[in-house]
């Protein structure tokens, strides 16, 4: 039968400090990308109308 890990350690070999930078980075992109997406459409609605 496989090996199992234990959900309470992780994985062994995974680098959670990297992963949880990485997914820092992932969450200030998709912030920013959102408000210049809004600030867009407002500068659009207000310029083309």
Do not use: S
């Not at 210049?36 to 407002?42: D, E, Y």
Request: charged share 15%; glycine share 6%; proline share 6%.
């Amino acid at each position: 039968m496989a090996d199992h890990h234990p959900t309470t350690g992780g994985h062994p070999e995974m680098d959670y400090p990297e992963h949880e930078k990485t997914y820092e980075l992932f969450l200030v992109l998709a912030k920013w990308t959102t408000i210049l997406t809004v600030g867009i459409l407002v500068f659009m609605a207000i310029v083309l109308l």
